[in-house]
């Protein structure tokens, strides 16, 4: 049962534009949302965060939104640099339950 | 601060043999968790330790066990090795705090590779 779910495993944005990945969720207990960023051959580091009683956290170029009657989050990268070229988890806890993660989505920056 | 130490960072085990991989955590985090990541999967939570107590435990089977010493330093074995369980494990380590596992730190993990 995968309770969180990245439908895209890879995208493919212009260096410069909006790179926006997303995200899908099933259990409504889910109150905390993350994003991590992984380069092959290192383990995966946290980008951004979100709780579920807000709907939208920005830090520089990087913007979670949160749709919560959806159950679904998305991560802005604005504007694209080819150093953004990763893989992207999404994240989601339950109080101080366990992280479930999302397959990840692989994000390729052209130059 | 040194961050999240895992070793041996890559290993080849023939199928049947039993393996042990080791996590050292930030200094100061008392919450370990393990994950194993294969293609097309994510990251699958395999067990948290939180204290030397297990607090969390992901859906695999018994042959994957773990535990923590009084330093917070981690260990994960896996016994009668299959082809499957070869993967990335990633260790975390996370601070205390009410969300103990948000916000979790990652080691570069160990690559097992099952022959």
């Known amino acids: 049962d995968q309770q969180v779910k990245q439908n895209s495993p890879s995208l493919s944005v212009q260096e410069g534009r909006i790179s926006i990945l997303n995200c899908d969720y099933t259990?409504?207990?889910?109150?905390?949302f993350l994003w991590y960023k992984k380069y092959p051959a290192e383990g995966p580091t946290f980008l951004i965060s979100i709780s579920s009683i807000k709907d939208k956290n920005e830090d520089g170029r990087f913007t979670v939104f949160l749709n919560k009657s959806a159950k679904h989050l998305s991560l802005h990268i604005v504007p694209s640099q080819p150093g953004d070229s990763a893989v992207y988890f999404c994240a989601a806890s339950a109080g101080a339950q366990k992280l479930v993660f999302g397959q990840g989505t692989r994000l390729t920056i052209n130059p | 601060k040194a961050g999240v130490t895992q070793t041996p960072r890559y290993l080849i085990k023939t199928r049947g043999q039993q393996v042990t991989l080791s996590c050292s955590p930030i200094?100061?985090?008392?919450?370990v968790s393990w994950y194993q990541q294969t293609p097309g999967q994510g990251l699958q939570f395999l067990f948290e330790?939180?204290?030397?107590?297990?607090?969390n435990k992901g859906n695999f089977p018994g042959r994957f066990s773990g535990r923590q010493f009084s330093n917070s330093r981690s260990e994960m074995n896996v016994s009668t090795l299959e082809l499957g369980d070869s993967a990335l494990y990633l260790c975390a380590s996370s601070p205390e705090g009410r969300r103990v596992n948000t916000e979790a730190f990652f080691g570069q993990g160990t690559r097992l590779t099952v022959v």
């Open positions: 200094s100061g985090h008392r919450s």
């Open positions: 330790y939180f204290s030397e107590t297990q607090r």
């Open positions: 259990n409504s207990m889910f109150d905390y």
